[in-house]
């Protein structure tokens, strides 16, 4: 069983910078792809980034602008986003699951976290 927990989310203008960070129960974190996906109310779960056994990769709409440093020894993963733009307005969820898995489907995670906001004012 793995329990995540998601902070460092909150308002910030266009251009600017957040970082989210997962903090995750259990020895085995390093076993686990980590994700990040968000949604906002009413539509569906979109991928961000993840990073497993392949590496990081990240969604089109974020490249460039996201990354996804990840600490086993800390058992933490964040979500570094700068260049902030208003449509990355949402809920931001962590999630861990399979290794070998498509990181970029929501059906490969397990676990997730309770999620946390974040909103970009234009």
């Known amino acids: 069983q793995v329990q995540l927990v998601e902070s460092g989310g909150g308002l910030v203008q266009a251009g600017g910078s957040l970082r989210l960070s997962c903090a995750a129960s259990?020895?085995?974190?390093?076993?686990?792809?980590m994700g990040w996906f968000r949604r906002a109310p009413g539509k569906e779960r979109e991928f961000v980034a993840a990073?497993?056994?392949?590496?990081?990769n990240y969604a089109d709409s974020v490249k460039g602008r996201f990354t996804i440093p990840r600490e086993n020894g800390k058992n933490t993963v964040s979500l570094q986003m700068n260049s902030l733009k208003t449509e990355d307005t949402d809920v931001y969820f962590c999630?861990?699951?399979?290794?070998?898995?498509?990181?970029?489907?929501?059906?490969?995670?397990?676990?997730w976290g309770q999620g946390t906001q974040v909103a970009v004012s234009s």
């Open positions: 999630a861990a699951g399979r290794f070998y898995a498509n990181s970029r489907s929501g059906a490969s995670y397990d676990y």
């Open positions: 259990g020895r085995t974190f390093s076993s686990y792809a």
């Open positions: 990073i497993n056994w392949s590496g990081a």
